[in-house]
């Protein structure tokens, strides 16, 4: 059975990570060809115009597969090279796809992200967290280090200290600790989890499409780009955007006192 599964509703796709009796455990075999699969389908759709990432049972992802790596096994198994090889084409594979989409992704995280978990929770846009959800960063209870991406996008996300601090403590800290330190947008209770997450999608999903993937490129871009960069890109980018029908939809639209309809055109 694949690790994820994907459902669409107009113009929201539904990531769910489907391995509920392992905690949503990541790094069999397969994991990343599946998650990239995925996420190609997303891209391949111009209908869908924002994603959710959410795992299925009581936990988001636990994170890196234990017994795997105990039986060597997987993403985890075979020589240094071998292993090398099993992080750059299967979990490196799961979070590139993820962190790589067009759209955005918001992280509905339902439990706990520990881990690589709480990595894979970072590749989104936006992460909305259940009250009883928990983040950390673990890998050094289990002498790892972060494999997967997780050193470069934490601190870009919750600054140096933070992102130290639970790295090299691999304290796992609460929700409301998560909102604080601005590792989650929002805490909402638990059964109101996936709701709450589908009207911020919503909000989202009315935005002109075209325009709402190239917002996401520039945000992207300006973690690590010159600012003189991103102004090249924003100038070349909304030149784009002025000859699009969307715009003058938005344009007539505030003029007429209505709200608009973005087609994507």
Not at 66 to 73: E, L, N, Q
Not at 82 to 91: A, E, F, M
Not at 171 to 192: C, F, H, N, R, Y
């Amino acid at each position: 059975m694949s690790v994820i599964k994907l459902e669409k509703s107009g113009p929201i796709a539904t990531l769910t990570l489907t391995r509920p009796d392992m905690m949503n455990a990541l790094g069999q075999e397969g994991d990343g060809p599946a998650v990239a699969a995925a996420c190609a389908e997303i891209e391949a759709d111009p209908a869908i115009r924002v994603a959710i990432l959410t795992g299925e049972g009581k936990a988001f992802s636990a994170g890196g597969d234990v017994k795997a790596m105990r039986d060597r096994k997987g993403a985890f198994g075979g020589s240094p090279n071998d292993i090398r090889n099993g992080y750059r084409r299967n979990i490196h594979l799961v979070v590139k796809s993820l962190y790589n989409l067009e759209v955005p992704l918001i992280a509905a995280v339902n439990g706990a992200a520990i881990g690589l978990g709480c990595d894979v929770a970072c590749m989104a846009d936006v992460r909305i967290a259940a009250d009883h959800a928990k983040f950390g960063v673990t890998f050094l209870k289990l002498g790892l280090i972060p494999g997967d991406g997780g050193a470069w996008l934490l601190p870009r996300i919750i600054g140096n200290s933070r992102a130290a601090q639970l790295l090299f403590t691999g304290d796992v800290i609460d929700a409301q600790t998560a909102k604080e330190w601005g590792l989650v947008s929002d805490v909402v209770p638990g059964d109101q989890l996936m709701d709450e997450t589908m009207k911020l999608a919503e909000r989202m999903a009315v935005q002109p499409p075209q325009s709402l993937r190239l917002a996401k490129t520039l945000l992207r871009h300006g973690q690590s780009a010159s600012y003189d960069t991103i102004m090249e890109l924003s100038a070349a980018s909304q030149a784009l955007m002025h000859e699009t029908e969307d715009h003058m939809e938005g344009v007539n639209a505030i003029l007429e006192k209505r709200a608009p309809k973005f087609e994507g055109k």
